[in-house]
């Protein structure tokens, strides 16, 4: 198996700033990449905030939580990743744009680096054919909040090597996260069963069956969810959300699938949700508050 010194994580949004805060904490060097030079240095100072707020709570000392930050550092240029071990791409949920990243990346790489995606939904095997190193090419798809939720599907595609895999599984073992193997379908197995469910609340209030609050309110208190389904589409972003639906609609080509037009009128107008400041709540004042 590949031995892992040094992680470069590439896109510094909210999932990426969340895996460098998982892998730094797990002990290993984080190298930092986005395609803005300005996010990086931001996303160091969000994953700062985030560890201090776990040493207020008590849940990190406060050494280790200084080492873990001293472990993350911003790299401004691709070539600047050829020492890495593994890269983990994180980019917009897009084919294309990941894609283009890992064509971009790929030239600057030795030989030994594995390359993985923590793509939501979209074909390893596709992803891992744009490259020069399909074997040693795998999904690790870290769920949201990266810091706190401790599943890791592990995806193979068609021709992710038996070392690749292993690696990757004793990678993200590592840090302390459980793994579940899942096949190159779309959306592999927590999206292709959450989604379409989400999705399905979205209908349910553009039908008119019930509001935002009624329909989050019976599904936390009548099927026990932590989170109401509008609500965890919000923390998601919508644009995500609809992004999953697309590739399972395209994917297996079945109408259950469709996008709630709701939610694409919700995307197209910029409502997505908790980084956003709006989507099936308004996040401008203290508490959110229902927009529908």
């Known amino acids: 198996m590949s031995a892992i010194r040094r992680v470069t994580?590439?896109?510094?949004?909210?999932?990426?700033?969340?895996?460098?805060q998982v892998v730094a904490l797990g002990g290993y060097e984080v190298g930092l990449y986005d395609a803005d030079p300005a996010r990086?240095?931001?996303?160091?100072?969000?994953?700062?905030?985030s560890l201090a707020r776990n040493v207020a709570r008590g849940g990190l000392a406060t050494a280790e939580a200084d080492a873990a930050l001293a472990r993350i550092r911003p790299v401004e240029t691709l070539a600047e990743v050829a020492g890495a071990d593994?890269?983990?791409?994180?980019?917009?949920?897009?084919?294309?744009?990941?894609?283009?990243v890992f064509a971009a990346l790929t030239p600057h790489l030795s030989a030994d680096t594995l390359l993985s995606s923590n793509t939501s939904s979209i074909s390893i095997t596709r992803l891992a054919s744009s490259t020069d190193r399909?074997?040693?090419?795998?999904?690790?798809?870290?769920?949201?909040?990266?810091?706190v939720m401790k599943l890791v599907e592990i995806v193979r595609g068609i021709a992710t090597s038996k070392s690749t895999?292993?690696?990757?599984?004793?990678?993200?073992?590592?840090?302390?996260?459980?793994?579940?193997?899942?096949?190159?379908?779309?959306?592999?197995?927590?999206?292709?069963?959450?989604?379409?469910?989400?999705?399905?609340?979205?209908?349910?209030?553009?039908?008119?069956?019930?509001?935002?609050?009624?329909?989050?309110?019976?599904?936390?208190?009548?099927?026990?969810?932590?989170m109401g389904p509008l609500e965890l589409a919000d923390?998601?972003?919508?644009?995500?959300?609809?992004?999953?639906?697309?590739v399972l609609h395209d994917g297996l080509?079945?109408?259950?699938?469709?996008?709630?037009?709701l939610l694409v009128k919700y995307v197209e107008a910029g409502w997505l949700g908790r980084k956003s400041g709006r989507g099936f709540y308004d996040y401008s004042g203290e508490v959110p508050e229902p927009t529908r």
Not at 235 to 246: E, K, P, R, S, Y
């Open 235 to 246: 923390f998601m972003g919508l644009d995500v959300v609809l992004a999953i639906m697309n």
């Open 40 to 49: 990086p240095p931001q996303a160091i100072v969000a994953v700062a905030a």
């Open 86 to 100: 593994l890269v983990i791409e994180a980019a917009t949920e897009d084919e294309a744009v990941k894609k283009a």
């Open 165 to 226: 895999f292993e690696s990757a599984v004793a990678f993200a073992e590592s840090l302390g996260k459980t793994t579940t193997e899942a096949e190159d379908f779309p959306a592999f197995i927590v999206n292709r069963i959450l989604v379409p469910m989400l999705n399905e609340a979205i209908y349910t209030l553009y039908e008119g069956v019930g509001n935002v609050a009624s329909i989050d309110k019976a599904l936390r208190l009548g099927a026990n969810h932590p």
């Open 134 to 147: 399909p074997d040693r090419f795998i999904g690790l798809h870290f769920m949201k909040p990266a810091p």
């Open 253 to 261: 080509a079945d109408s259950k699938y469709r996008p709630c037009p």
């Open 9 to 20: 994580v590439i896109g510094a949004g909210q999932m990426g700033l969340g895996i460098s």
